[in-house]
């Protein structure tokens, strides 16, 4: 066994780890960082990257069917081939983790291939090497979450889907957050028939409400089967290639797919914590302060190992400002919580940025609330019954914008811009003052005059 000393070393190459090691070797550190599979962890491998690239294969299918209403000529029947998807997106990955590579490689990083497992507060042991550093960055993410019911076992999870041997052709999804709505409109765009089921009154907990029903209603009539205050029982293999789910409303469900998506756990387990002096709190993720330190005072942790902000946004920028502290002599540095954008790449999908109307009410705002319901311009011609919903919230007293929400054409990117606004304390009467794009739906935000009652 090799004994090789760093300065910094980092347990995990993903989106974080990647960041602040990078960082921290720019600075003259002697960095290593370990990884026991792909580069560019969850987010290159089997999040951000190949969920954006599968609901762009999803969303064809409805564009083919818009172009004719464009004057386009397009063939009745459109063929969709699953094989050619899963071979284009794993020629995609493979480039990114090269890329991740040669950054690691630029920067002077050391990349050991392995699973980390602490031996003590300063040794680690990877893939048979040994090696120690003066501070340790755990940054090794989370994995999803299988139920624990009879059969549960048996259920696939979002990082299978990108690897199926064939198209799936009636999937159960159990689950009500992002990942399970987006997998619905993935899978239900190439073809297959969905069910989602949610224990639920109401998906997408945590986001806007009116948000919520809106995309329930838009999904409900593009012919996804959502069933809320409804649960997993128990599954139970038919065949080699068929399930029954059976569900808490006694019906059952046979499919070729029961697709868990339920949320995520920390990938604690194979470090080895108990080496160390490293606590645990309640869920397993590893226990921080506000500076990313863990109870070993030289061992620190971020990303979704760590916290609740399970994006990788989130993660990278707290991978830089660690290293910024650490080695760059910028101690007083920190991560702005406030008002994390984030969308769900449904369809239509959702853009949100700020507090919705619960939060806002919830945290003592007076509020007003302005919505905009619309057919976007693109189907007046498609003939397609789908409608945008805008949503904003202002504060009565200061006449600061709280929240924006939209659910509708191109909303990922129109709210991307908008957040810049709601981060340095823009008003209604900065909107109100602001020039409208025509036509756009984005102009609308600008366009919002009268109260909702």
Same mark, same amino acid.
């Given at each position: 066994?090799?004994?090789?000393?760093?300065?910094?070393?980092?347990?995990?190459?993903?989106?974080?780890?990647?960041?602040?090691?990078?960082?921290?070797?720019?600075?003259?550190?002697?960095?290593?960082?370990?990884?026991?599979?792909?580069?560019?962890?969850?987010?290159?491998?089997?999040?951000?990257?190949?969920?954006?690239?599968?609901?762009?294969?999803?969303?064809?299918?409805?564009?083919?069917?818009?172009?004719?209403?464009?004057?386009?000529?397009?063939?009745?029947?459109?063929?969709?081939?699953?094989?050619?998807?899963?071979?284009?997106?794993?020629?995609?990955?493979?480039?990114?983790?090269?890329?991740?590579?040669?950054?690691?490689?630029?920067?002077?990083?050391?990349?050991?291939?392995?699973?980390?497992?602490?031996?003590?507060?300063?040794?680690?042991? $990877?893939?048979?090497?040994?090696?120690?550093?003066?501070?340790?960055?755990?940054? *090794? @993410? /989370? #994995?999803?979450?299988?139920? &624990?019911?009879?059969?549960?076992?048996?259920?696939?999870?979002?990082?299978?889907?990108?690897?199926?041997?064939?198209?799936?052709?009636?999937?159960?999804?159990?689950?009500?957050?992002?990942?399970?709505?987006?997998?619905?409109?993935?899978?239900?765009?190439?073809?297959?028939?969905?069910?989602?089921?949610?224990?639920?009154?109401?998906?997408?907990?945590?986001?806007?409400?009116?948000?919520?029903?809106?995309?329930?209603?838009?999904?409900?009539?593009?012919?996804?089967?959502?069933?809320?205050?409804?649960?997993?029982?128990?599954?139970?293999?038919?065949?080699?290639?068929?399930?029954?789910?059976?569900?808490?409303?006694?019906?059952?469900?046979?499919?070729?797919?029961?697709?868990?998506?339920?949320?995520?756990?920390?990938? $604690?387990?194979?470090?080895?914590?108990?080496?160390?002096?490293?606590?645990?709190? *309640? @869920? /397993? #993720?590893?226990?921080?302060? &506000?500076?990313?330190?863990?109870?070993?005072?030289?061992?620190?942790?971020?990303?979704?190992?760590?916290?609740?902000?399970?994006?990788?946004?989130?993660?990278?920028?707290?991978?830089?400002?660690?290293?910024?502290?650490?080695?760059?002599?910028?101690?007083?540095?920190?991560?702005?919580?406030?008002?994390?954008?984030?969308?769900?790449?449904?369809?239509?999908?959702?853009?949100?940025?700020?507090?919705?109307?619960?939060?806002?009410?919830?945290?003592?705002?007076?509020?007003?609330?302005?919505?905009?319901?619309?057919?976007?311009?693109?189907?007046?011609?498609?003939?397609?019954?789908?409608?945008?919903?805008?949503?904003?919230?202002?504060?009565?007293?200061?006449?600061?914008?709280?929240?924006?929400?939209?659910?509708?054409?191109?909303?990922?990117?129109?709210?991307?811009?908008?957040?810049?606004?709601?981060?340095? @304390?823009?008003?209604?009467?900065?909107?109100?003052?602001?020039?409208?794009?025509?036509?756009?739906?984005?102009?609308?935000?600008?366009?919002?005059?009268?109260?909702?009652?």
């Amino acid at each position: 066994m090799t004994n090789k000393h760093y300065d910094y070393f980092v347990i995990g190459a993903g989106s974080g780890g990647v960041r602040s090691a990078r960082i921290a070797a720019g600075y003259a550190a002697k960095v290593g960082i370990a990884e026991k599979s792909a580069l560019g962890g969850t987010c290159v491998n089997l999040g951000c990257i190949p969920k954006k690239l599968f609901a762009y294969a999803s969303d064809y299918a409805g564009h083919f069917e818009d172009a004719r209403g464009f004057g386009w000529d397009t063939p009745e029947q459109i063929r969709f081939n699953w094989q050619t998807l899963i071979n284009n997106k794993n020629n995609e990955i493979s480039r990114l983790n090269g890329i991740y590579k040669k950054l690691l490689e630029n920067a002077g990083a050391d990349i050991l291939k392995g699973e980390a497992r602490f031996i003590d507060d300063h040794k680690l042991d $990877v893939g048979g090497h040994q090696v120690s550093a003066d501070k340790i960055l755990i940054a *090794v @993410g /989370g #994995r999803p979450r299988l139920p &624990e019911i009879e059969g549960g076992e048996l259920m696939a999870t979002s990082d299978d889907v990108f690897f199926w041997p064939k198209k799936p052709e009636k999937v159960v999804i159990q689950g009500g957050g992002y990942i399970a709505v987006e997998f619905a409109h993935i899978l239900h765009g190439i073809g297959a028939h969905v069910t989602l089921l949610y224990r639920g009154d109401l998906f997408l907990r945590g986001f806007d409400r009116d948000i919520a029903r809106s995309l329930a209603d838009e999904m409900t009539e593009q012919g996804v089967d959502l069933r809320f205050n409804c649960d997993i029982e128990r599954v139970e293999r038919k065949d080699e290639d068929r399930f029954i789910v059976h569900t808490t409303t006694n019906e059952a469900l046979e499919c070729d797919m029961p697709l868990a998506a339920i949320g995520r756990v920390p990938n $604690v387990e194979p470090l080895a914590l108990e080496n160390t002096g490293v606590d645990l709190c *309640v @869920g /397993g #993720r590893i226990a921080i302060d &506000e500076n990313y330190q863990t109870s070993a005072p030289h061992i620190y942790a971020l990303g979704d190992v760590a916290n609740n902000h399970n994006l990788t946004p989130v993660a990278v920028q707290e991978g830089h400002v660690l290293a910024d502290r650490l080695f760059g002599g910028m101690g007083a540095r920190s991560v702005n919580y406030d008002n994390i954008a984030t969308a769900v790449f449904s369809s239509p999908p959702i853009g949100t940025v700020g507090l919705s109307e619960e939060d806002a009410l919830d945290h003592g705002h007076k509020i007003d609330v302005y919505v905009s319901s619309f057919k976007p311009m693109k189907h007046q011609l498609t003939g397609r019954d789908e409608r945008s919903f805008l949503k904003m919230i202002v504060d009565q007293d200061s006449d600061r914008v709280l929240g924006l929400h939209m659910m509708g054409l191109d909303a990922p990117e129109i709210i991307q811009g908008f957040a810049m606004a709601i981060n340095m @304390g823009a008003t209604k009467t900065d909107f109100d003052r602001t020039m409208a794009i025509h036509p756009t739906s984005a102009e609308e935000f600008v366009l919002m005059r009268t109260k909702r009652d």
